[in-house]
């Protein structure tokens, strides 16, 4: 992977934030993931931060065990239509399942995003690992993991292929000859494939980017295969900066294979501060944070990536528990990181819920320890940026005014934008449409 | 149907218009439907004007013959997400097919829609009536008339059910004890029917308005039942006043059979202006529009309803052709009505055509023979007002600036909001929520 010279920021849309207590904050916007207000602001904030992309996260089964952020919130594509008004630069990242939706209905709701905000839209693809989504789609059972990604690789083929249904110059729109379309230009995609047959065309034309970015988070084996095949921006949540380099390799090794150029794509692994003008309130702000944690919360969030499963019928001061086998079939490669570190690192029960409840001590600090410890992940040369979540009310703010400016200093953060579309954001050059680029070189489309 | 005080309306987002060579006037915005500040000037227009809704149409199939505004334009939910921030009390009405999506990604992009603005979401229930729309979406045929209002129906009710799984009370969000939700305020719909099983609950709570207005648009036997046992706002499409008052005499007789009050529903039927300060310039205005408007294009634009059949293989100055009965199949009434009225009044196949393209003569005027048109049509007690289309650029400011006062004047047009929420607008009830209901009452939800 090629190392940009500055670091890319997204920011995540997280309501009160991502952990089960978050909203319990004194401060905390207690109805965050359904308050436009907050959003718009944080919109702005991170604008004014020169931030890269918004991102909103996403899944379509809950219960009354489900997170507070999840149980009520924005979907994404609406929540970013209406933030490209409230912002003029910044990236608009959604999250949408291929293994639920028509690549049609999909194509053209990026694409629509892409074009009302002017280039500023990606689209974050997951396949969705919690069995109990297929209740909600009239389906008898979840489709295997194997299984999501064939499909998932489907759908993006018919969805990009979609989004080339019109070339560039396709609309002359001249009132004199009376041509608004040349229908030469035009295109039916006509795919028929194992999951899906589309006609095509789509109806409605490409943006300034050509296409939206495509964002993944690949980490069995089977993601990380789509991820390095099909990817742009992929998320990696490898935990220490030693496995984020060990995951950056893999795919770099994978992406070579595919033939794709160093360029074409960049890592992003989460990143949560706790920063404030001096170590001491940092360290205050975060031991503050912590004692809202109620064990019981945190099992229950701790239980997310194993499809649901209930922690709290183990003893909690013992060895993290045997686990049936269902409990690591949907998400395995999250679930099996969490459970090999408790059982490398001997952490009983409650001290895995708790940790996997927190920001890592490493970003937790003064403005320039934080900046110390993002610039050395940045130099180890394995990822892009980061993707930003807030640990803490106005920790956004806090990041913007503190550390971003020591960031500018050194030379790693940019002080303005210098494009208008995330594909420029990103340095990712702009995909020509599959059928221009045939006719000017004779190939097939 | 009760006549409300006071006329409602609707404007209707159609880029550089509905004709086929309307995007051919020397003032239109070429690239209407697909210009995100074209559309923010006319939502604010409408707004200034006291508009109770914006309304997106929609299709999901277009050939190289659709229409100029079809072939490339935003999608309803992302355009509409995006005017809610540029807006602040005008209702946001989009079209989205039952045939081709899946109720619970419906529920929720129109809840977030209704939660993002406010409670001014409204879905306008469409079943697709083109054939060709089955390619799109890997289906082998599209299902017949009878098939999709049954199908439509089905998908109502289980969006309507998933609107419901939150009750209004459902999130003490209590920091001190640390309740976010009351787990028996939170409904699963279980589901289960002839197209559709759906487990629920959806991941988003009620808006103000309870839930979004329900907007249709029958005008065949299952269309009629539909719209007459389903819907808040009909659109109709009937043509003369006789024939709309005879309509809504139909859907009064169907409505109360099936047990609804004549205060939960309303009419309007489409309203296209040519108004200008003096009839001679209103007339100037209209001619010339007319001129631009060429045959073949007219065809084309004829042939939409009859599923995009060919009229140019036919002799124009002869009389409306005989057609295959597959040209009728797909939207029987629209189609039948249009060939109907061709004969009884011995039109050619050119006359009939270039009706279709133009305004009703009724329509163009000054502003007081508009407005006494308009008056004239909403003291009929058949409609709650209209659906609003421009035929000419910039038509809607003149109507705002010259008709819309002497209504107001009138006392037949509101001055200013009453309402924040689309309900509001419409005098709709807010619809209790069902489980809400069945606690309050001792029934079955």
Redesign the interface.
Known sequence: MSTPKQIKLGFVLFGAGPGY?D??H?D?V??AS?N?EHY?RQARVAEAGKFDFLFVAD??F?T?R?S?H??????P??????????TSRIGLVGTLTSS???P??VA??F???D??SGGRAGWNVVTSWLS?TA????KAEHPQHETRYRLAAEHLHVVQGLWDS?EDDA?P?D?QR?V??D?GK?HQLNHKGEF??????L???RSPQGQPVIFQAGASEEGRNFAARHAEALFVEAGTLEATIAYAEDIRRRATAFGRAPDSYGLFPGLRTVVAPTEEEARRKYKEAQSLV?IE?ALKQLGVPFDGYDFSQHPLDEAFPELPASAYASNRSVSERIAGFARDNKLTLRETALRSASPREEFVGSPVQVADAIQRWFESGAIAGFNYVESLPRQLDAFVELVIPILQERGLYKRDYTATTLRGHLDFAVPENRYTLARRTGAAA
């Open positions: 207590d909203w319990r004194p905390a207690v109805d359904t436009i718009r899944s379509v809950i009354e489900s507070p999840y149980l009520n919130r924005f979907e594509l609406t929540i970013l239509s209406a933030l490209a008004g409230a639920y939706t028509e049609y209905n053209r709701q694409a629509s995003l074009l009302i109990g209740a909600n789609f009239g019109y609309f729109r009132k009376g608004f379309l229908p035009q899906f047959s589309v006609r095509g065309p109806n409605i034309s109620r919360e």
